[in-house]
């Protein structure tokens, strides 16, 4: 079924230096034929949507990008640490929380309401990255798991020379968490002493957490610098964005990301 869409699909574009055959975006809430509570640009099978409005507003999400709804690679997401290389878009959600491609016009996809998606890119744009990175897989590794399949086997990329760019995502003055959460972060080897600067102590043994600085700093321990976007609150910005800790029922956004052959592409 084609429903017409409340307003055109205007996608968040990243501001970054990534080649020109890299596309990339984020969805907004806006846009779709998905009613309330989903209004409107739902793209979640999980969260209790009509099936048809979800195919129509995935169907127009693709062709706002002159893609085929049949090169977008979904994700079955569950806050791990996996990420799959995608050879080949498969029809069904992969298992997995971050994916990676090589391959032209193949779309990474991750979907979330308060959850950071990362987008990454080499500078030579011959691949392309979308990571789902709540505080579950931010604490385990899904960072370092991703930077490193991303430049497994290709000795001529460094992480010096990846891009990467943070997408909307619960802000620091709404992300409450347990001391548990902090202890996560804290008592990581690596990093733990940088990330304690990322939470603010509140009342009641809880602390306010910066997700965009957890990220970066996971980031740098990697290696990677280039780190642009961020600055996003997917919370207080409710006409933009679903928030899950702001409306347990509710929509996702997708970040997507790939290689286009229309465009002039670097070997």
């Known amino acids: 079924m084609t429903v017409t869409p409340d307003t055109a699909i205007k ?36 969260v209790g949507d009509k099936a048809d409005d ?3 507003n995935r169907t127009q999400l693709a062709l706002s990008e002159n893609s085929s709804p049949q090169q977008w690679q979904w994700l ?8 799959i290389e995608v050879d080949k878009v498969q029809s069904q959600a992969l298992p997995a929380d971050a994916a990676f491609t090589r391959q032209q016009n193949t779309v990474c996809t991750v979907m979330t309401a308060d959850c950071l998606p990362i987008l990454l890119c080499d500078a030579q744009g011959t691949r392309v990255a979308a990571i789902h990175a709540g505080w579950r897989g ?3 590794g ?8 991303f430049c497994n086997q290709i000795p001529t990329i460094k992480s010096q020379a990846i891009y990467a760019w943070l997408g909307p995502a619960i802000g620091p003055d709404h992300f409450e968490v347990g001391a548990d959460v902090r202890e996560a972060f804290v008592n990581d080897t690596a990093t733990g002493q940088l990330n304690a600067a990322a939470f603010e102590a509140q009342a009641n043994n809880k602390y306010k ?27 207080s910005e409710s006409e933009r964005f679903y928030s899950y800790r702001r409306e347990a029922q509710t929509g996702r956004m997708a970040s997507y990301i790939y290689l286009d052959t229309n465009q ?4």
Do not use: M
Not at 13 to 33: F, L, N
Not at 209 to 235: M, P
């Open 54 to 56: 979800i195919i129509s």
């Open 142 to 149: 899904i960072i370092s798991n991703s930077i490193n399949a």
């Open 76 to 83: 079955e997401q569950s806050h791990s640490t996996t990420i």
């Open 11 to 46: 996608p968040i574009k990243p501001i970054w230096p990534a080649p020109a055959h890299v596309i990339a975006g984020v969805s907004t809430r806006s846009g779709g034929c998905s009613q309330a509570p989903f209004n409107s640009l739902n793209l979640a099978q999980h």
């Open 209 to 235: 957490a910066d997700i965009y600085q957890l990220a970066s700093i996971a980031l740098n321990n990697c290696g990677v610098h280039s780190i642009y976007g961020g600055g996003f609150c997917t919370v």
């Open 138 to 140: 931010l604490a385990n």
């Open 264 to 267: 002039n592409s670097a070997d």
